[in-house]
């Protein structure tokens, strides 16, 4: 009888651990991973990749990051609600999305940080793809 129980409980585990490892999958490909509040702490991520995330007021800024990026006019597109920047390899500001539009472009290429901003009363959810 406990043996069962054992047996049961270590199905149920494995079950939990299968869907947390199918959700920390799905994080990686493109929601954000935190701590992600510097350039050195970016969540990695690809040009044309939509991502996701939530800044508020206990967690500011996210901040991603993506290399070997063609040089060209690019556009920043994101969703409204949220301010973003466009910084460069050395942190050097490239775009600025103020809160209330949905793209802007800018001139760049290799490594390319964007930076999602907390401007508002309440928790903000954003997503966004550098194309
Ligand atoms: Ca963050």
């Given amino acids: 009888m406990t043996k ?10 494995l079950l939990v651990f299968a869907m ?14 935190e701590p992600n509040n510097s350039l050195a702490t970016a969540s990695p991520t690809s040009f044309g990749e939509y991502n996701w995330g939530t800044v508020s007021g206990s967690d500011v800024n996210d901040y991603w990051v993506m290399t070997n990026v063609s040089y060209g006019t690019r556009t920043l597109n994101g969703n409204s609600g949220t301010a973003m920047e466009v910084r460069d390899a050395s942190g050097n500001l490239l775009a ?3 809160a209330g539009t949905y793209s802007v472009s800018f001139f760049g290429g290799g490594t390319l940080y964007v930076v ?3 401007y508002s009363s309440t928790a903000t959810s954003y997503s966004f793809s550098v194309n």
């Fill in 4 to 13: 069962k129980k054992t047996g049961r409980f270590a199905r149920v585990g």
């Fill in 20 to 33: 947390a490892l199918a959700f920390a999958a799905t994080a990686s490909a493109a929601g954000e991973t």
């Fill in 96 to 98: 600025y999305k103020p």
């Fill in 116 to 118: 999602a901003s907390f």
